[in-house]
């Protein structure tokens, strides 16, 4: 059975760090694009930040500069690293493991697994 847990989520103040982390069991996903989403209170999911395979990285613009989007193949895992935390960060982040194709990497539809969430709350 293939699960994602997702941990690190915690409250911290604007300014601060967290470092989430998700590992995956059941399947190898070296070959998959692991990506982290959020869903702010009262918003859709939107797209955060993903891995693909090769490690090229790609980020939402709202997050670049912030956010770093490593993995660990050997561990079945990956991290975000998110720093000069905002309000606006605040929600429930959540890793996703699929095979989408480079201009839907955005899209939760070319994901196959899920994870349950881990919540973050940055407080002003």
């Known amino acids: 059975q293939v699960q994602l847990a997702e941990s690190g989520g915690g409250v911290v103040q604007a300014g601060g760090s967290l470092r989430l982390s998700c590992v995956a069991s059941?399947?190898?996903?070296?070959?998959?694009?692991l990506t982290w989403f959020r869903q702010a209170p009262g918003k859709d999911r939107e797209f955060a930040a993903a891995s693909r395979p090769g490690s090229s990285t790609h980020y939402a613009n709202s997050v670049k500069g912030r956010f770093t989007i490593s993995r660990d193949n050997a561990r079945n895992a990956v991290y975000l690293q998110m720093n000069s935390l905002k309000p606006e960060d605040t929600g429930i982040y959540y890793c996703?493991?699929?095979?989408?194709?480079?201009?839907?990497?955005?899209?939760?539809?070319?994901?196959?697994?899920w994870g349950q969430g881990t919540e973050v709350a940055v407080s002003s």
């Open positions: 996703a493991a699929g095979k989408p194709i480079l201009s839907n990497l955005g899209s939760s539809g070319g994901y196959y697994y």
């Open positions: 059941g399947e190898n996903f070296r070959t998959y694009t």
